[in-house]
């Protein structure tokens, strides 16, 4: 039973692997695609990109693993990750979005990893500056049309994935120290090799 249940890990995290291909492969087309986007639109964008979808569901888990109180992190990562859309939505120009979005995947893998316990600022800061550049790529790409139903969908979306993180890591990683260092070391050099490929 134990090895039914690796192999159908295996085989959901290939099945993931796709997504990679709609990470960011240029915002031309994604916001000529997202024109007019609607809260639907914003619900379903963070499960568009192996990037985004890692790094929240890396914050509940972390959170779950190393972080007290547990919903510190995500609360943080919410509240930033609407500030850095609604710079997007109004046309800043936030510098370093791509690699700090592939360092967020490195930092919170690591993170993951040795369940790292950090102080709470720290924690609460950390997880909000690399939310505030996450809400800046999405932002862009969801500007125009009801670009703020579409941030209400983005953040009820974001709030489930952290949700759902924190549930994985108290109710299998917590128990399976293994599974916590594969996921967080997996999504590590998923962040390393982002950020090689942008060098």
């Known amino acids: ?32 695609l997202h024109a007019g986007a609607g809260f639907l639109d914003g619900f379903i964008h963070p499960f568009t990109g192996l990037d985004h979808l890692a790094a929240m569901l890396a914050v509940g888990v972390w959170s779950a693993l190393a972080v007290r109180p547990v919903w510190l992190a995500p609360a943080a990562f919410v509240a930033l990750l609407t500030a850095g859309a609604a710079a997007g939505f109004v046309g800043v120009a936030v510098p370093a979005v791509e690699p700090m979005i592939a360092a967020s995947l490195l930092v919170l893998g690591l993170l993951v990893a040795w369940r790292r316990h950090l102080p709470l600022a720290l924690a609460a800061g950390l997880t909000g500056v690399f939310a505030f550049f996450h809400g800046a790529a999405h932002g862009a790409e969801l500007a125009g049309g009801s670009q703020w139903l579409a941030l209400a969908g983005m953040v009820i979306a974001t709030a489930l994935l952290h949700a759902a993180g924190v549930v994985l890591g108290r109710m299998v990683m917590a128990r399976h120290r293994w599974l916590a260092v594969a996921g967080g070391a997996g999504m590590a050099l998923l962040g390393a090799a982002m950020l090689a490929r942008l060098a």
Do not use: F
């Open 1 to 32: 039973m134990k090895k039914k249940a690796k192999n159908l890990i295996v085989l959901g995290a290939l099945g993931l692997l796709p997504a990679l291909a709609l990470a960011h492969p240029g915002h031309g087309a994604e916001d000529a």
